[in-house]
């Protein structure tokens, strides 16, 4: 069964400097891999996702992730935090053949300080 | 406006009374999903739906019912609500699978007392 791992429940960043959200995930063959962001009181938006190939992906807002196979990880990347970043983050995984689940970690929150 | 619609917002009820909380898409999307979200616990799916009368079951799908009668609706029922169903529920909609980006309705926070 798929299954992920977020292990960082909040994050604290000054604004302007630079943030890893760590995804690990567990799947027998190579998985789908998604990145949401939920702002206060809204629904969840896509930034960014891994089918296959290049394993450094580029999403929406400035963010970038890489596929680690050796680590079964996803993490998250953004260079330059802006305080509009504060969310919460979610990782979330699919597997490539058989059903149409798609399984979210427990979330990160970010909160950005002046 | 492209948008996924659910209805109603919040809802407080009793343990025993059956509710149905209503989710409709306007981009002629065939997947449709259902998601309910807790502390600590993040997005938990409960059902999905990758086409008319075409459903399957997610992590989560004791004490839920759906049906997709027709491709823009997908309502969520709870026959017999339970304290522990006590959550915020969203409901999304792609275009091919989760394969697509899913487009989330803005929430349903439900409480059963």
């Known amino acids: 069964a798929q299954s992920v791992t977020q292990p960082d429940i909040h994050i604290t960043v000054s604004e302007g400097a630079s943030l890893e959200l760590r995804c690990n995930y567990s799947?027998?063959?190579?998985?789908?891999l998604f990145w949401y962001v939920q702002s206060p009181g809204q629904g969840l938006q896509l930034l960014l996702k891994y089918f296959s190939g290049d394993t450094l992906v580029q999403g929406i807002k400035g963010f970038e992730a890489e596929f680690k196979r050796s680590q079964s990880s996803f993490n998250l990347r953004k260079p330059s935090v802006h305080w509009s970043d504060a969310a919460e983050y979610f990782c979330a995984v699919g597997a490539d053949f058989g059903n149409e689940k798609l399984t979210f970690g427990t979330g990160t929150r970010l909160t950005i300080i002046p | 406006e492209a948008q996924v619609t659910q209805n109603p917002r919040y809802l407080i009820t009793v343990t025993g009374k059956k509710l149905t909380v209503t989710c409709s898409q306007n981009m002629n999307h065939e997947y449709m999903s259902w998601y309910r979200q807790d502390p600590g616990l993040g997005l938990r799916q409960i059902y999905y739906s990758m086409n008319v009368e075409v459903t399957d079951k997610g992590d989560v799908p004791e004490g839920y019912k759906v049906s997709r009668k027709e491709k823009r609706n997908f309502p969520l029922i709870l026959e017999s609500p339970s304290p522990n169903q006590t959550s915020l529920y969203f409901c999304?909609?792609?275009?091919?699978?989760?394969?697509?980006?899913?487009?989330f309705g803005n929430g349903t926070r439900l409480t059963v007392t």
């Open positions: 799947y027998g063959a190579t998985p789908y």
């Open positions: 999304a909609s792609s275009f091919e699978g989760r394969v697509s980006p899913l487009h």
